[in-house]
């Protein structure tokens, strides 16, 4: 069954939305940057720097931007991708691997499928 997703959350950034989600997609196999939107001489930040990147990890749509330090990074999004499926131990080896290398600070629970 496929479903239609209706909202697409935003994570933003102060200027390292791109280094971010290649670590995402780097991590979960069936994950792709979809597009990516620069910022022009208009600014506010400098010409050519990533102001948008859509991207799906495993079929879920996100969208970053690097928005400046007007806001601080959240990590009230994280029970959203706190739950990933899994098929068999390799796959669920892999996940803790690249996650707990990384920055995140919440546990992550892989559940078999």
């Known amino acids: 069954m496929s479903r239609t997703q209706k ?6 950034f ?22 990516m939107t620069r910022y022009g ?11 948008t990147i859509r991207f799906e990890l495993e079929g879920q749509a996100f969208t970053a931007l690097n928005g400046g330090p007007l806001y601080k990074f959240s ?11 899994v098929r068999g131990e390799r796959q669920i080896r892999r996940g803790l ?13 892989y559940a078999p499928t």
Request: cysteine-free; charged content about 20%.
């Open 7 to 12: 909202i697409t959350p935003m994570l933003w």
């Open 75 to 85: 990590e009230a999004l994280r029970p959203s991708i706190r739950q990933v499926h």
């Open 97 to 109: 691997s690249a996650i707990t290398s990384s920055a995140a600070s919440t546990p992550v629970r």
């Open 41 to 51: 001489e208009a600014g506010p930040r400098p010409k050519g720097s990533v102001m």
């Open 14 to 35: 102060d200027d390292n939305a791109e280094e971010a989600v290649n670590h995402y997609v780097s991590i979960f196999k069936n994950s792709r940057i979809e597009n």
